[in-house]
């Protein structure tokens, strides 16, 4: 069975470049995550997704962040314009069930580098 | 302060030993708690998943979860090289999300 799939795995933009990650979940699962993860810290929740709906973005930075997950199935997360401060990996993680978190699987990450 | 404490390490142990890698949380709400192993420019790996309190063992490692102290502790037992990565505990209620402690990062010397 194939994981997460996460692309690019590296990034390198100048700040204010506009940049998109792209996440194809495992087969099946229904719900999917997007997680930020600075260095030396663990993950933080950016956006959940429950099918094609976003049940928790709470924590997404709206003013330049935005994602969609069109027909329930892969997801596109875009930053424009891009800041210093958002050098860091984002994660996609998918799982089967709302409440099944704990059985969230990830991807490998794409690490963004901004100059 | 933090809902999730881990101290991030780096511990540093002989190979063989018995390793205790732990966190603190603060939300009593939590039921849900997990170890996730991280190998440098990788995504978390899941490790251990518990439903509250109570122990529970896996081949090398054994998850321990005390609700009453808010602590939660994760043993690996006759540790290898390849034990060597950064450690998230993790944690959630129904239908929220996971809240991770920051990690520890382990080093496991032949």
């Known amino acids: 069975e194939a994981g997460v799939v996460q692309s690019p795995r590296y990034k390198i933009i100048e700040k204010k470049q506009p940049v998109a990650f792209w996440c194809n979940p495992i087969?099946?699962?229904?719900?999917l995550y997007w997680y930020l993860q600075n260095l030396g810290q663990g993950p933080e929740l950016l956006i959940r997704y429950e099918n094609e709906e976003a049940v928790d973005d709470s924590q997404l930075p709206k003013d330049r962040f935005s994602a969609e997950r069109l027909k329930g199935v892969d997801s596109t997360l875009k930053i424009q314009p891009a800041e210093l401060g958002d050098s860091a990996v984002y994660l996609c993680?998918?799982?089967?069930?709302?409440?099944?978190?704990?059985?969230?699987?990830f991807g490998q990450g794409t690490r963004l580098t901004v100059v | 302060q933090k809902e999730v404490e881990q101290d991030p390490g780096p511990l540093s142990v002989p190979e063989g030993a018995i390793v205790s890698l732990n966190c603190t949380y603060s939300?009593?709400?939590?039921?849900?708690f997990m170890w996730y192993r991280q190998y440098s420019r990788k995504g978390p790996e899941l490790l251990m998943y518990?439903?509250?309190?109570g122990n529970k063992e896996d081949g090398r490692f054994t998850a321990q979860v005390d609700k009453s102290s808010k602590y939660i502790s994760l043993f690996i037992r006759d540790s290898q090289p390849s034990d060597s990565a950064t450690y998230l505990c993790?944690?959630?209620?129904?239908?929220?999300?996971?809240?991770f402690g920051a990690g520890t990062i382990l080093r496991v010397k032949s």
């Open positions: 993680a998918s799982s089967l069930e709302r409440g099944e978190i704990a059985e969230a699987f």
């Open positions: 939300n009593s709400a939590f039921q849900y």
């Open positions: 518990t439903y509250s309190s």
């Open positions: 087969s099946g699962h229904n719900t």
């Open positions: 993790a944690m959630s209620w129904y239908g929220n999300k996971l809240v």
